[in-house]
């Protein structure tokens, strides 16, 4: 008698505006700490990212709450490598192997940020973060200062051909509506 272990993810790649980058949906919640891993050395909390860098084309892994957005490099064709990838991923899911190990994550509380701040982290939170998600990315607040904010574009936002776009016009747009102060949206 053979047993088949149901599967428990579906795992889907889809393109994204950086054409380096692929969103590999899980189709549920994998982490509440989205985090990008950058190399190989970089991976100490995240099994996942580490599996995957085992891989010489890697550049870089965004891991979203339901999402891997893995960039590659340029010698390599996505044709080759979409559909292994993403029965890797669900395969390591499946095994349970996992994600993100959040507790050693460094974490930052927010209790000593300025109104400003407070303000400037709930607008990317709750509107701008899950937009840019869509598209396999992930915005991180740096600081706000002298009427700068300094963002962290990740995953497929970071090197995408319309990066600069999404950032003064849409994030930046919508942050000066939401805190008077800011000058200019700026990304390190």
Known sequence: MTTTLE???TVTAEPTPNPQTLRFMVG???????TEYKSAQ?????????KLFGFPWTETIFIGKDFVAVTKQDWVDWETLAEPLAG???EHLERGEGVIHESALPSDSGAND????RRIKQVLDLEIRPMVAQDGGDVAFHKFENGI????M?????GCPSATMTLKIGIEGRLKEAVSSIQE???M
């Open 7 to 9: 599967s428990t993810y």
């Open 28 to 34: 549920r919640e994998i982490t509440s700490t989205p």
């Open 42 to 50: 970089d991976t100490v909390t995240s099994p996942l990212a580490k």
């Open 88 to 90: 890797l991923i669900q």
């Open 114 to 117: 300025s109104e400003d701040v």
């Open 149 to 152: 904010v300094y963002l962290f």
């Open 154 to 158: 990740q995953g497929a936002c970071s």
């Open 185 to 187: 949206v700026v990304a």
